[in-house]
Every structure is written in structure tokens, then in C-alpha cells.
């Protein structure tokens, strides 16, 4: 079987390729001209030189007028810069309502309707409440107890009619329930 050697002068043998590269021109079973880490010859990058390449990849420098130019072009363009570089920049898009993604204060978990009630006592960290047990309350004209389950009569979690929800005293007596339809 032949063999080939390093192309920097070392005087060891090289791999065979494992795999096509188009980029680099080299086929699956080729041997490869270098030894891993061979390539470099021994040089090394000095802090110069990491300094120069970092510096290439910001671009060249831009006047403050320049700057303004494009701020003016992008703004009238409707460009936003990306996401990452927000932060940097100290822009907020805003929170809630100022947001544009914004959808009046209602999301959607686990199949559930939820309404955004901050001060509520049964709301998640990010402010968000069950939509079904704020009915409930209303309904009840008080807050619910901690044991207290609400159940919804035809299943269906979307449908949060006052007819359609019910207060049950505990959990247990809601699975019970679940259990006597033959839903477990």
C-alpha cells in the first residue's frame, strides 16, 4: 500500500481522508497532505495578529455623519438591527404594550387561556393567570381557596363560559368526577 508524507518536511506519514471536502478539493480515500496541526509549520499567532484579525471583522471605521446616514436610511426603511445586538445598543422595543408583538395580555399554556392579571395571587411569575379560575372568582364573588379545582363540565379547556365551569372542593373530588365519566 502506498504511503504519503507530511508536505511540511516532518517526515511522517498522513491519514487517509474520511470524507470529501469540495472546498479544499479533497476526495474520500486521498491521503491528506498535512499531519493534524502540521499546516501551520510551526507558527504560531502572535497577539498583533489576533489584535489585526479581530479589528477585520468589525469593518472599517465610519464617520458619525455616515452613521447618521444609515440610522436615517434604516429608520425610513423599517430595518431593525438584529436581536443581539439590541441589548448593546441600548434599544428597547418595550415591554407589553409599547411591544409590537403584543396581543393584549393574553397567552395561551398547557391548552389553557391565560389573561395577564401581575397582582392576581394565583399568577404565574411572568404575571399570567388561568382565565378559567378568574371566572370562576367572579362568579363566586371571592378568591378561591388554595385547595379549591376548577373543572370545566364538557372538557373542552378553550370554552370558559360561566355555564361551563364548576368549583369543585378539592382535587381529589375532580378526579372522582373524571373517574365516574370514565375520562381515567
Not at 500500500?1 to 478539493?25: S, Y
Request: contains cysteine; glycine residues 10%.
Amino acid at each position: 500500500m502506498p504511503i504519503k508524507f507530511c508536505e511540511c518536511g516532518c517526515g511522517q506519514p498522513t491519514n487517509i481522508l474520511k470524507a470529501t471536502n469540495n472546498k479544499r478539493g479533497t476526495k474520500q480515500g486521498d491521503f491528506a497532505r498535512f499531519v493534524s496541526g502540521h499546516q501551520n509549520r510551526g507558527r504560531k499567532q502572535t497577539p498583533e495578529h489576533i489584535a489585526a484579525k479581530s479589528l477585520a471583522r468589525r469593518g472599517h471605521p465610519v464617520s458619525e455623519e455616515t452613521r447618521r446616514k444609515i440610522s436615517k436610511h434604516h429608520k425610513e426603511a423599517g430595518i431593525h438591527p438584529p436581536i443581539e445586538y439590541q441589548f448593546q445598543l441600548g434599544i428597547s422595543r418595550g415591554k407589553r404594550e409599547a411591544n409590537s408583538s403584543w396581543k393584549g395580555g393574553i397567552s395561551w399554556v398547557n391548552g389553557y387561556r391565560c389573561v395577564y392579571l401581575p397582582k392576581h395571587p394565583r399568577a404565574h411569575p411572568n404575571g399570567y393567570v388561568y382565565e378559567h379560575i378568574v371566572i370562576a372568582e367572579a362568579e363566586l364573588g371571592r378568591s378561591l381557596d388554595d385547595n379549591e379545582v376548577v373543572h370545566h363540565v364538557d372538557g373542552n379547556k378553550r370554552n370558559n363560559t360561566p355555564e361551563n365551569i364548576r368549583v369543585l372542593s378539592s382535587q381529589s373530588e375532580h378526579i372522582n368526577l373524571h373517574r365516574s365519566q370514565g375520562d381515567i
